[in-house]
């Protein structure tokens, strides 16, 4: 552990599996000092009142009232695991430098240690992991290069294409603000103006739109990012983890069913296979493409609300991970675990697509908030590779990054003549991609919002289909009708049968 202050249970760093609580540790104070009396407040006499000086008392409760931190925006109920990522070596059948110099994926059998965080969308810490919602599935890759993030979810499209919409969309979705319930009447609304959602609805209201458990889905970057190969070529690239434990999804009825009676039945289920030895496992496949805009193409590779078919661009193997250990502690790990899409490697580089340079922006941001300025301290989110920057100082500073490397501590600058950190030498050429336009707000040329839902409609199995259409109707059916006809239209453009069936379904629940 480079950084110097690697200490046995630190939560990034692998502490023993089980640890029953030792007998012989001394109850103390932050401050060391030891706890004789825990069951009784210091006070005048047995019945009170309480002295202002029982500092292991104010030290206990003034910490208690601090111990939460608030809560992701989004994603906020999800649980974790540590493990490994193992190279192939191979894109497929093609060593995986023809593509990216990233050095994780580049020997056959390299391992890298991961923290994985799988999590919902929409509702609170301790909302039911049954409801309706795309799934977080995010990635730490500690890799000896630094920290590779890859933060994605269980559906391969996004509702949206463009950014600015991101926090309409989530408002839309979120409970009403003078009610606090969340509202089909809402979120209906913000899609029947929003018609490229309509892809992503298909497949959110089939039971694609409730995993039957975290290690039961799939995962997906969603967004289009690039790979550089050593000789600086870039190729568009989209991510996807299949998961080895096969998929397996609920219907509406069988979710309230697990609801009754567990709402944290996708946290159980993980963290019992994991303690039992039962490690999951999803391989890791990539979706390649030349760079460019690909005119041929009827949309834009770079719009989220897409798919890239898979026998054009087919599905190439290029890993595996698997998650081998729970968390120590909840909140350190899980809660305080900060990802983000700007956190690459050298090979692996952005896209111009906007959402994902929004979203960019957005994680590091919210994390500065959330966690704190110097969030990127915590043994969870620490790289595992030497860390030495001039940055200083902030709230909850504990270390002095590169301290330990032997440079002058005077020198929190640089240029400097007197020991202080050097700039370094790049692994190959520079992405220099070439930029030009004119500067506006606009949309992509290639819309097509209808075209990749009426396919995913006509591909799911009957069943699947069938809970669609009940699903949407029960929505839908809560909606004013203007927002109904515009849904419903969206649906028929997507496909005739498709428009057809929620119409028939709704005109059937207001006879009712
Ligand atoms: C412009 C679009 C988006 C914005 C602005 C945005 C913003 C955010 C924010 C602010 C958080 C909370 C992060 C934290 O507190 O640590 C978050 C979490 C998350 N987002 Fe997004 N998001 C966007 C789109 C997406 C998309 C398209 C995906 C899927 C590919 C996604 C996946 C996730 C995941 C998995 C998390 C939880 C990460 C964790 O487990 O800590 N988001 N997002």
Redo the contacts with the bound molecule.
Sequence with gaps: MANGNKKEGTPGEGPPRTREPSKEVPLTTRQGHPIHDNQNTRSVNSRGPLVLEDYPFLEKLTHFDRERIPE????AR?A?AHGVFEAYGMAADEPVSRYTRARLFQTPGQKTPVFA???S?IHGGHSPETLRD?R???VKFYTEQGNWDL???NLKV?F?RD?I???DLVHAFKPDPVTNRQDPNRLMDFCSLSPETTHMLTWLFSPWGIPASYREMQG????TYKWVNTEGTSFLVKYHWRPLQKVRNLTQQQAEAIQAKDFNHATTDLYEAIARGDFPRWELQVQLMTDGDHPELNWDPLD?TKLWPEEQFPLRSVGVMTLDRNPVNYFAEVEQ????TGVLVDGLDFSDDK?LQ??T???S???RH??GPNYLQLPINMPRVPVATNQRDGQMTYRVDGHEAGVNPHINYEPSSRNGLRQQERMGPPPRPYVQGHVGRQPLSRPNNFQQAGERYRTLEDWERDDLISNLVSALSQCNPDIQERMVDHFTQADPEYGRRVSAGLSKAARH
């Design positions: 992701r925006v989004v994603h999800g974790g965080r799988f999590s969308v795309p977080g599935f995010a933060v994605g979810n996004f949206i950014p919409k991101f926090p997906s970057g969603v967004n989220a675990v900060a990802f983000g959402l929004g979203r922006f957005s994680y941001d919210t994390q959330r966690v």
